[in-house]
């Protein structure tokens, strides 16, 4: 949820004012997704255009989200994806339409995978601290382990935006 509204408010100060999310049907990207609307709502910008997506997304489901977005005409500034994969094929498609990035789109992605810093241009996106899953699950298994109550129903995972060369 906090990702979704960083997000949101980073691509404000950005200057962008007309967004876009593409993600995935998962449960947590879904809450990722309500969460950046709800931010954008809160800074009194015009609704959020949402591209669902199948999941497992892919590099060619990121392609076609932006070309539905732009055969409807949404105007938009700047993309939201659920995955570093779609961000890829957003990015993919804005190249191929000859779509400026960022200068007409900024183009933020989730997961930090490794080959997105050497995109060209670098992709911008969330990096989830690994380290920080890897702590909780260990304990979550030792509180099991000795008989403990474990309820990660809810768990917040540090996380930080990369700013590289697509916002």
């Not at 990722?32 to 060619?60: C, D, I, K, Y």
């Not at 509180?143 to 700013?163: H, K, T, W, Y």
């Amino acid at each position: 949820v906090e990702v979704g509204r960083a997000v949101a408010a980073y691509l404000h100060a950005k200057g962008r004012r007309r967004l876009a999310v593409v993600a995935g049907n998962d449960e947590r990207a879904m809450r990722r997704t309500e969460s950046f609307q709800a931010a954008v709502r809160a800074l009194g910008l015009a609704e959020v255009r949402v591209v669902p997506v199948a999941a497992p997304t892919t590099m060619h489901s990121g392609r076609e989200a932006l070309a539905a977005l732009r055969r409807e005409g949404s105007g938009i500034d700047a993309v939201f994806c659920s995955s570093d994969l779609l961000a890829v094929g957003v990015a993919t498609e804005a190249r191929a339409r000859q779509i400026a990035v960022p200068g007409r789109l900024a183009i933020m992605g989730f997961g930090d995978v490794p080959f997105v810093a050497d995109m060209l241009p670098a992709l911008s996106t969330v990096q989830i601290s690994g380290a920080h899953i890897g702590r909780l699950a260990a304990q979550y298994l030792m509180d099991r382990a000795e008989g403990r109550e474990v309820d990660p129903a809810v768990v917040q995972v540090d996380f930080s935006i990369v700013e590289r060369d697509t916002t």
